[in-house]
C-alpha cells in the first residue's frame, strides 16, 4: 500500500519562500503537487515522471520548482515569492502506469493527507 505524507507548511507573510516536503513509501510511479483553496477546484502545480521529466504549470512556473529524491523517496516542491492567492491545502499525489503530466486530479491513485500554506498580506 502506497503512503504519502506530506510536510512543510505553515504561515508565511508575503514574499516569502516554502518548501514542502511529501515522504512516499510502498512503491514508485510518477508524482505531483496540487493545491486546493477553499471553494475552488483541485489545481495541479507540477509533476514529475519516472524518469525525471518535469512539468511546472504556468500558473505557478515562474515561482515554484518541483524535485525528487529517489534515494529518500521523497518529493519536494519549493516555492517563492508568495501571495496572499497561494493560500490552500496542499497535496502530494502519485499514479501507476503513463504519465503524471496529462494527468487530471481524480486520474492520480494515491493521495497524501495534505499540508496548509497560509500567505499573509
Known amino acids: 500500500q502506497v503512503q504519502l505524507m506530506e510536510s512543510g507548511g505553515g504561515s508565511v507573510q508575503t514574499g516569502s519562500s516554502l518548501k514542502l516536503s511529501c515522504s512516499a513509501s510502498?512503491?514508485?510511479?510518477?508524482m505531483a503537487w496540487f493545491r486546493q483553496a477553499p471553494g475552488k477546484e483541485r489545481e495541479k502545480l507540477a509533476s514529475?515522471?519516472?524518469?525525471?521529466?518535469?512539468k511546472v504549470e504556468d500558473s505557478v512556473k515562474d515561482r515554484f520548482t518541483i524535485a525528487k529524491d529517489n534515494a529518500n523517496d521523497t518529493l519536494y516542491l519549493q516555492m517563492s515569492a508568495l501571495k496572499p492567492e497561494d493560500t490552500a491545502m496542499y497535496y502530494c499525489?502519485?499514479?501507476?502506469?503513463?504519465?503524471?503530466?496529462?494527468?487530471?486530479?481524480?486520474?492520480?491513485?494515491?493521495w497524501g493527507q495534505g499540508t496548509q500554506v497560509t500567505v499573509s498580506s
Open positions: 510502498g512503491g514508485g510511479g510518477c
Open positions: 514529475i515522471e519516472t524518469d525525471g521529466k518535469i
Open positions: 499525489a502519485a499514479a501507476w502506469g503513463g504519465y503524471c503530466f496529462a494527468r487530471i486530479a481524480r486520474e492520480f491513485n494515491y
